[in-house]
């Protein structure tokens, strides 16, 4: 029967009973809350939970699909073919539209369900509340799924086979970027509920910034991760040797983690202090909004060309309403609402606090400048006013200016007590940290090739101040108190992640050296004192690709130090070449050779880097992560604390935030 | 400053600020930054900038690709199917380029009136068309239409 019936036709079916389920979430709980019906009330939960299962069988569903080589679902033929292997079956799930907006739904409902888990502590009303505001949003996901963008729909006659997924994205770094990365964006809905549900019921206390704290973090920490691995796997797999491309599609995931980080230091102020409330609940707004926007422009084919929504209406227009009505029903919301919210904390104008609405506001400012340099070609096109692109230095000369006062600030704000500071106080405790800072900045990129570029000096300089502020912070909190808590680690970590960053990007963009060259079987070029010594290149079978393989040694002072073996690929089942390049890692250089074209008679043409300490830019981000989830295990997110404002103790020259 | 409306107030001025900053200096670094697309066509009536970097687009001439034989100095005709115009380029060539495919390459015009890339683009599959090309095409085939149009009339 279930063959007849076909395994694709059951996820189809579950998906619509998830659907259903889906409005039940969104309208029941939240009539309930109003009536204050504490039996209508209670169906948010198991609501959740069979949401979940439902779509996650659906999940199931097209991943058996996509296993078994069903080629009779079209999505399953366009995107895997016979020969890919498993693992990249299993990840072409997510490969296309159709299945990551499936993946997208099942996050969403893991996301929601962990709310309903967690949320023990919580009163019942205000879980009511956040789940059916995720709820509509699985609505709006659900939909655009079964009335545009159905993953189970057949095709007849089935294909013999498929087609396989594009060679660029069958590469494990890229197979769990994207989960990642959603678990990041569908993660903000979280503290978008939150906030929704806090104007709903017209209580924005410092309570709600504590409960949505963690989940936000975690978020965070998940799209940082995300946003890593997917500069990671450019720099292995794009054979360019770069590690951001300022690219429309990591933009649309870099605005969310900029206002993410915005909020994130936005909701301490408000959970410890009780101000800025209106503000973090417009930040959870916003991030939330430019996650949903990030998806699209990224999923909907929007970016090769706004004319995509013209060759397929039903789905630009779709997305269309569906962020008017996300993005203009809570801003109307908010501003309904608003009103009613006071902050109730006051403070100095030399405080934390304003040390963080300064952050906020640099952050906010970073995140305009990627918006317009991302949405203004869509929009110029659009309107048929011409064809531009905006180019890498608009980008890179943004940020220039952006770090320099938000490095700076990160140094100062740690050390910055609330509600009130002394300037002088805080300028005596920094400033040998400022001179040694400053004096290694110019000292350190003079010792490393002898000339001064103030740029170098001043990203080297950002990088030492920002990482031993943060260092004495913590010796001077460690000092102070037996125990510490989870939290101030967490931040700790994840400020000397900004410092590995911004010292990774330094050296990269300084002393980077690339050279494309023509190399003949004996040849050899030295570069930064590493010889490449080309030997020549031999033919390799991989599963679904035949490869020349280039073999490259590395010498340094004449010694063998290692070996690369660059590729040129030329994948069997579509005839596509494509360069997989090689690369010697090392904690302060990488040695990188990427294949060019074969000129004859042996000869190749070779891409050749070495990247100092580029390593030390993912170990920031994986630095900034593991800081958000000490954050969130701090056991205080754990308890059932009565938290009274009022109660604050006088704070110490150090505090967590 | 400790009133609340004085704190608002702050922050009103502070988000001013920052956004008054940011356009400024996003229109100054946005201006020189911004590349324009031409297609061949534009590009033989001038219309492209002479000294300023811009992206041109088109497709690769089947058989127009020379390669030097002891540098990676590439030669190759972009054409629009109206107009061409030639390209070189030094480095390597992305997997994708190919003879007859569509391709967009950025770079200026040298004193001779060559256009010299410094970057060429070729993304995708086989099957994939850059958007800015496929309108150059689409252009010229419309123009051809029109003018086989015009003809039939005057018959």
Same mark, same amino acid.
């Given at each position: 029967?279930?063959?007849?019936?076909?395994?694709?036709?059951?996820?189809?079916?579950?998906?619509?009973?998830?659907?259903?389920?889906?409005?039940?979430?969104?309208?029941?709980?939240?009539?309930?809350?109003?009536?204050?019906?504490?039996?209508?009330?209670?169906?948010?939960?198991?609501?959740?939970?069979?949401?979940?299962?439902?779509?996650?069988?659906?999940?199931?569903?097209?991943?058996?699909?996509?296993?078994?080589?069903?080629?009779?679902?079209?999505?399953?033929?366009?995107?895997?073919?016979?020969?890919?292997?498993?693992?990249?079956?299993?990840?072409?799930?997510?490969?296309?539209?159709?299945?990551?907006?499936?993946?997208?739904?099942?996050?969403?409902?893991?996301?929601?369900?962990?709310?309903?888990?967690?949320?023990?502590?919580?009163?019942?009303?205000?879980?009511?509340?956040?789940?059916?505001?995720?709820?509509?949003?699985?609505?709006?996901?659900?939909?655009?799924?079964?009335?545009?963008?159905?993953?189970?729909?057949?095709?007849?006659?089935?294909?013999?086979?498929?087609?396989?997924?594009?060679?660029?994205?069958?590469?494990?770094?890229?197979?769990?970027?994207?989960?990642?990365?959603?678990?990041?964006?569908?993660?903000?809905?979280?503290?978008?509920?939150?906030?929704?549900?806090?104007?709903?019921?017209?209580?924005?206390?410092?309570?709600?910034?504590?409960?949505?704290?963690?989940?936000?973090?975690?978020?965070?920490?998940?799209?940082?991760?995300?946003?890593?691995?997917?500069?990671?796997?450019?720099?292995?797999?794009?054979?360019?040797?770069?590690?951001?491309?300022?690219?429309?599609?990591?933009?649309?995931?870099?605005?969310?983690?900029?206002?993410?980080?915005?909020?994130?230091?936005?909701?301490?102020?408000?959970?410890?202090?009780?101000?800025?409330?209106?503000?973090?609940?417009?930040?959870?707004?916003?991030?939330?909004?430019?996650?949903?926007?990030?998806?699209?422009?990224?999923?909907?084919?929007?970016?090769?060309?706004?004319?995509?929504?013209?060759?397929?209406?039903?789905?630009?227009?779709?997305?269309?309403?569906?962020?008017?009505?996300?993005?203009?029903?809570?801003?109307?919301?908010?501003?309904?609402?608003?009103?009613?919210?006071?902050?109730?904390?006051?403070?100095?104008?030399?405080?934390?606090?304003?040390?963080?609405?300064?952050?906020?506001?640099?952050?906010?400012?970073?995140?305009?400048?990627?918006?317009?340099?991302?949405?203004?070609?869509?929009?110029?096109?659009?309107?048929?006013?011409?064809?531009?692109?905006?180019?890498?230095?608009?980008?890179?000369?943004?940020?220039?200016?952006?770090?320099?006062?938000?490095?700076?600030?990160?140094?100062?704000?740690?050390?910055?007590?609330?509600?009130?500071?002394?300037?002088?106080?805080?300028?005596?405790?920094?400033?040998?940290?400022?001179?040694?800072?400053?004096?290694?900045?110019?000292?350190?990129?003079?010792?490393?090739?002898?000339?001064?570029?103030?740029?170098?000096?001043?990203?080297?300089?950002?990088?030492?101040?920002?990482?031993?502020?943060?260092?004495?912070?913590?010796?001077?909190?460690?000092?102070?108190?037996?125990?510490?808590?989870?939290?101030?680690?967490?931040?700790?970590?994840?400020?000397?992640?900004?410092?590995?960053?911004?010292?990774?990007?330094?050296?990269?963009?300084?002393?980077?050296?690339?050279?494309?060259?023509?190399?003949?079987?004996?040849?050899?070029?030295?570069?930064?004192?590493?010889?490449?010594?080309?030997?020549?290149?031999?033919?390799?079978?991989?599963?679904?690709?035949?490869?020349?393989?280039?073999?490259?040694?590395?010498?340094?002072?004449?010694?063998?130090?290692?070996?690369?073996?660059?590729?040129?690929?030329?994948?069997?089942?579509?005839?596509?070449?494509?360069?997989?390049?090689?690369?010697?890692?090392?904690?302060?250089?990488?040695?990188?050779?990427?294949?060019?074209?074969?000129?004859?008679?042996?000869?190749?043409?070779?891409?050749?880097?070495?990247?100092?300490?580029?390593?030390?830019?993912?170990?920031?981000?994986?630095?900034?992560?593991?800081?958000?989830?000490?954050?969130?295990?701090?056991?205080?997110?754990?308890?059932?604390?009565?938290?009274?404002?009022?109660?604050?103790?006088?704070?110490?020259?150090?505090?967590?935030? | 400053?400790?009133?609340?409306?004085?704190?608002?107030?702050?922050?009103?001025?502070?988000?001013?600020?920052?956004?008054?900053?940011? *356009?400024?200096?996003?229109?100054?670094?946005?201006?020189?930054?911004?590349?324009?697309?031409?297609?061949?066509?534009?590009?033989?009536?001038?219309?492209?900038?002479?000294?300023?970097?811009?992206?041109?687009?088109?497709?690769?001439?089947?058989?127009?690709?020379?390669?030097?034989?002891? *540098?990676?100095?590439?030669?190759?005709?972009? *054409?629009?199917?109206?107009?061409?115009?030639?390209?070189?380029?030094?480095?390597?060539?992305?997997?994708?380029?190919?003879?007859?495919?569509?391709?967009?390459?950025?770079?200026?015009?040298?004193?001779?009136?060559?256009?010299?890339?410094?970057?060429?683009?070729?993304?995708?599959?086989?099957?994939?068309?850059?958007?800015?090309?496929?309108?150059?095409?689409?252009?010229?085939?419309?123009?051809?239409?029109?003018?086989?149009?015009?003809?039939?009339?005057?018959?």
């Amino acid at each position: 029967m279930i063959s007849e019936l076909g395994i694709p036709e059951l996820g189809h079916f579950a998906l619509i009973i998830a659907f259903a389920i889906s409005i039940l979430l969104s309208i029941v709980p939240l009539v309930g809350a109003a009536r204050n019906d504490a039996a209508m009330i209670a169906v948010a939960r198991p609501a959740a939970l069979a949401q979940l299962l439902f779509v996650g069988l659906a999940y199931a569903a097209l991943t058996q699909a996509f296993i078994v080589h069903n080629f009779s679902v079209l999505y399953v033929s366009q995107h895997s073919n016979l020969v890919q292997p498993l693992m990249y079956r299993i990840s072409g799930v997510w490969g296309s539209h159709e299945g990551s907006l499936l993946l997208w739904s099942l996050i969403l409902c893991i996301w929601t369900t962990a709310v309903a888990v967690y949320s023990r502590n919580l009163p019942d009303v205000m879980v009511a509340r956040v789940l059916a505001v995720m709820g509509m949003i699985s609505v709006g996901f659900l939909s655009f799924m079964l009335f545009t963008s159905n993953p189970f729909e057949r095709i007849f006659p089935a294909p013999a086979d498929g087609n396989a997924l594009n060679p660029l994205l069958q590469d494990p770094g890229l197979a769990i970027h994207p989960p990642m990365l959603y678990m990041g964006y569908v993660g903000f809905s979280v503290a978008f509920a939150f906030a929704v549900a806090a104007l709903m019921g017209g209580k924005l206390d410092a309570t709600w910034a504590r409960w949505s704290r963690p989940w936000t973090t975690i978020a965070w920490s998940f799209l940082t991760l995300g946003i890593g691995l997917g500069s990671w796997w450019a720099y292995n797999e794009l054979g360019w040797g770069g590690w951001w491309f300022w690219d429309p599609v990591e933009n649309a995931s870099f605005m969310p983690w900029l206002v993410g980080t915005a909020l994130i230091h936005s909701l301490a102020s408000t959970e410890k202090r009780g101000v800025f409330k209106s503000w973090t609940v417009l930040l959870a707004i916003l991030a939330f909004s430019l996650s949903l926007l990030g998806t699209f422009i990224v999923r909907s084919g929007v970016l090769v060309s706004v004319h995509a929504f013209a060759t397929d209406p039903a789905r630009g227009v779709f997305i269309l309403i569906f962020l008017c009505l996300v993005v203009g029903g809570s801003l109307a919301l908010y501003a309904w609402r608003a009103e009613t919210v006071s902050s109730s904390g006051r403070f100095e104008w030399f405080s934390r606090e304003t040390a963080l609405l300064l952050n906020n506001v640099i952050l906010l400012t970073a995140a305009v400048a990627v918006f317009v340099g991302t949405l203004y070609p869509l929009v110029l096109d659009a309107f048929a006013l011409g064809k531009i692109s905006v180019g890498r230095p608009y980008f890179d000369t943004m940020f220039a200016l952006v770090s320099v006062p938000l490095l700076s600030l990160l140094g100062i704000g740690p050390f910055v007590r609330w509600k009130s500071d002394n300037p002088a106080r805080v300028a005596k405790q920094l400033r040998l940290i400022l001179v040694i800072a400053l004096a290694l900045g110019a000292v350190i990129p003079f010792v490393q090739n002898g000339s001064l570029s103030l740029a170098t000096a001043l990203g080297v300089a950002a990088a030492i101040w920002v990482a031993l502020t943060t260092l004495f912070g913590f010796y001077l909190r460690w000092r102070s108190s037996s125990r510490m808590p989870l939290s101030f680690f967490g931040m700790t970590l994840a400020h000397l992640g900004i410092a590995s960053f911004v010292i990774g990007v330094t050296f990269v963009m300084s002393y980077s050296t690339e050279k494309d060259l023509r190399m003949e079987p004996g040849s050899s070029y030295t570069m930064d004192n590493y010889e490449f010594v080309f030997l020549g290149t031999h033919q390799i079978q991989g599963p679904n690709y035949v490869a020349d393989e280039g073999m490259i040694e590395l010498r340094k002072d004449g010694k063998l130090i290692g070996e690369l073996a660059p590729q040129k690929r030329v994948y069997t089942d579509q005839n596509n070449a494509m360069t997989e390049a090689s690369i010697d890692d090392g904690l302060f250089r990488d040695l990188y050779a990427a294949m060019g074209e074969s000129l004859g008679g042996g000869a190749w043409s070779l891409r050749l880097y070495y990247k100092p300490m580029i390593r030390w830019i993912w170990l920031g981000c994986i630095l900034m992560t593991l800081g958000g989830v000490l954050a969130v295990s701090d056991r205080r997110y754990r308890q059932r604390v009565k938290h009274s404002l009022r109660a604050e103790p006088a704070s110490p020259a150090v505090t967590s935030h | 400053m400790s009133t609340k409306r004085g704190r608002r107030k702050m922050l009103v001025i502070l988000v001013l600020f920052g956004v008054a900053v940011a *356009t400024v200096l996003g229109l100054s670094a946005f201006e020189e930054n911004l590349l324009y697309f031409y297609s061949p066509t534009q590009v033989k009536a001038g219309e492209a900038p002479k000294t300023r970097a811009f992206r041109v687009g088109g497709l690769v001439v089947k058989g127009s690709v020379v390669r030097a034989s002891d *540098t990676l100095n590439v030669q190759f005709v972009l *054409t629009d199917n109206t107009e061409s115009m030639p390209v070189s380029y030094s480095g390597i060539l992305p997997d994708l380029f190919r003879e007859g495919q569509g391709i967009v390459a950025m770079g200026t015009m040298n004193v001779a009136g060559q256009f010299v890339a410094s970057e060429v683009l070729a993304k995708h599959d086989e099957n994939y068309m850059p958007p800015e090309v496929a309108a150059a095409l689409k252009a010229t085939e419309d123009k051809a239409k029109q003018v086989g149009s015009a003809n039939t009339n005057t018959l």
